[in-house]
């Protein structure tokens, strides 16, 4: 790689959200850093809608490492913002209704844990949305919630980045990595099936797409999520989401995906809407569902930030901070993400 120079620490390869994040990390702890973004290659990340929940899935639980991810997201966001000199990060709460009078009865029971408060109100009528909302049965009301605008935010960095002149848009050749005197940290998304490095790795990539749709005559200022979300992104303008296909993993927007969004959307919301807008794209999950990050088993140069999933937002600050402090000083990664768990997958495909 011609860029590469024995001053560079890191490379690394993806400007998504999570090598965005990563080589920040480094700059700021006056690493070199190198970036390396294939244009023609779509980012997931402008894709997604960037919402951050604490309350998660048709039961209404709350998220793996909830305590840990959410204040530390706040904070990390906020103080972003101030660097980068934009708006990008979005507090509201998130309503969503009770799917059904099951999950409904667990709330009025003492089964909830009592520490859920510190995350969601529980209501059990449905007066503020009653004009919106076609279930009646109440909801959760989430705290420390909302959404963050990743193209502002990655636009921002492609910017930052430049002004320091580490970013380059071109594409970079797996094979350097090893003859490279730096480290080199893959960030590619769920490309990363295709790197050689990492593709022992049980990714489960997952296809989405979502409608950017105006809705009139509404006043609706927080999040709406229940089988479909809605967020609001400026007056009567609303992005609508997400459909989940683990088939044709490309970034083309399907009819059929359009058709599940507005049937999602009635069963929701009482509102007519209108379609403006209508995007795909790939989420890097995994068998899991817990991020990919460390340094690859044989070479010791080469390693992995990826694997965030559809809580990239929440995920990212917290996980990129972790990352950068096990690169740097040696601190170790969680296990829950740690590569290494992986490391009899890697051994049974007949690597050493």
Same mark, same amino acid.
């Given at each position: 790689?011609?860029?590469?120079?024995?001053?560079?620490?890191?490379?690394? /390869?993806?400007?998504?959200?999570?090598?965005?994040?990563?080589?920040?990390?480094?700059?700021?702890?006056?690493?070199?850093?190198?970036?390396?973004?294939?244009?023609?290659?779509?980012?997931?990340?402008?894709?997604?809608?960037? #919402?951050?929940?604490?309350?998660?899935?048709?039961?209404?639980?709350?998220?793996?490492?909830?305590?840990?991810?959410? %204040?530390?997201?706040?904070?990390?966001?906020?103080?972003?913002?101030?660097?980068?000199?934009?708006?990008?990060?979005?507090?509201?709460?998130?309503?969503?209704?009770? %799917?059904?009078?099951?999950?409904?009865?667990?709330?009025?029971?003492?089964?909830?844990?009592?520490?859920?408060?510190?995350?969601?109100?529980?209501?059990?009528?449905?007066?503020?949305?009653?004009?919106?909302?076609?279930?009646?049965?109440?909801?959760?009301?989430?705290?420390?919630?909302?959404? /963050?605008?990743?193209?502002?935010?990655?636009?921002?960095?492609?910017?930052?980045?430049?002004?320091?002149? /580490?970013?380059?848009?071109?594409?970079?050749?797996?094979?350097?990595?090893?003859?490279?005197?730096?480290?080199?940290?893959?960030?590619?998304?769920? @490309?990363?099936?295709?790197?050689?490095?990492?593709?022992?790795?049980?990714?489960?990539?997952?296809?989405?797409?979502?409608?950017? /749709?105006?809705?009139?005559?509404?006043?609706?200022?927080?999040? #709406?999520?229940?089988?479909?979300?809605?967020?609001?992104?400026?007056?009567?303008?609303?992005?609508?989401?997400?459909?989940?296909?683990?088939?044709?993993?490309?970034? #083309?927007?399907?009819? @059929? +995906?359009?058709?599940?969004?507005?049937?999602?959307?009635?069963?929701?919301?009482?509102?007519?809407?209108?379609?403006?807008?209508?995007?795909? +794209?790939?989420?890097?999950?995994?068998?899991?569902?817990?991020?990919?990050?460390?340094?690859?088993?044989?070479? %010791?140069?080469?390693?992995?930030?990826?694997?965030?999933?559809?809580?990239?937002?929440?995920?990212?600050?917290?996980?990129?901070? @972790?990352?950068?402090?096990?690169?740097?000083?040696?601190?170790?990664?969680?296990?829950?993400?740690?590569?290494?768990?992986?490391?009899?997958?890697?051994?049974?495909?007949?690597?050493?």
């Amino acid at each position: 790689m011609s860029k590469e120079s024995a001053e560079t620490d890191f490379i690394i /390869v993806g400007q998504g959200l999570a090598g965005s994040l990563l080589a920040y990390l480094l700059l700021q702890r006056g690493k070199k850093v190198q970036i390396f973004d294939a244009p023609e290659i779509p980012s997931s990340s402008r894709v997604a809608a960037g #919402i951050f929940n604490p309350v998660t899935g048709r039961k209404l639980v709350k998220t793996w490492m909830a305590d840990e991810l959410f %204040p530390f997201l706040e904070q990390f966001y906020l103080e972003l913002e101030d660097v980068l000199q934009v708006k990008f990060f979005h507090q509201v709460p998130i309503y969503r209704p009770f %799917p059904n009078e099951e999950v409904q009865e667990y709330f009025k029971s003492d089964k909830v844990p009592e520490d859920f408060a510190d995350f969601a109100t529980i209501e059990f009528e449905n007066i503020a949305y009653q004009d919106l909302v076609n279930s009646q049965l109440g909801g959760v009301t989430t705290k420390q919630s909302g959404w /963050v605008d990743l193209k502002i935010l990655l636009d921002a960095f492609r910017d930052f980045f430049r002004q320091k002149g /580490v970013l380059f848009q071109e594409n970079f050749n797996p094979e350097s990595a090893l003859s490279n005197n730096c480290k080199t940290i893959f960030c590619e998304g769920f @490309q990363a099936r295709s790197n050689p490095y990492f593709n022992y790795l049980p990714f489960n990539p997952v296809k989405g797409e979502v409608l950017e /749709v105006t809705i009139e005559d509404i006043t609706l200022d927080n999040i #709406i999520n229940q089988g479909a979300f809605v967020v609001p992104l400026s007056q009567n303008t609303f992005r609508l989401g997400a459909t989940y296909s683990w088939h044709e993993l490309d970034f #083309i927007p399907t009819h @059929q +995906g359009k058709e599940d969004l507005l049937m999602k959307y009635h069963k929701l919301m009482k509102p007519n809407l209108e379609v403006i807008g209508h995007l795909a +794209g790939v989420r890097p999950a995994t068998k899991d569902r817990r991020p990919f990050i460390g340094i690859h088993p044989d070479f %010791p140069q080469i390693g992995i930030f990826n694997g965030l999933g559809s809580k990239g937002v929440s995920l990212a600050p917290y996980f990129a901070t @972790q990352f950068t402090e096990f690169l740097l000083f040696g601190k170790e990664l969680s296990p829950e993400v740690n590569i290494n768990r992986f490391t009899s997958l890697y051994l049974r495909a007949g690597n050493s």
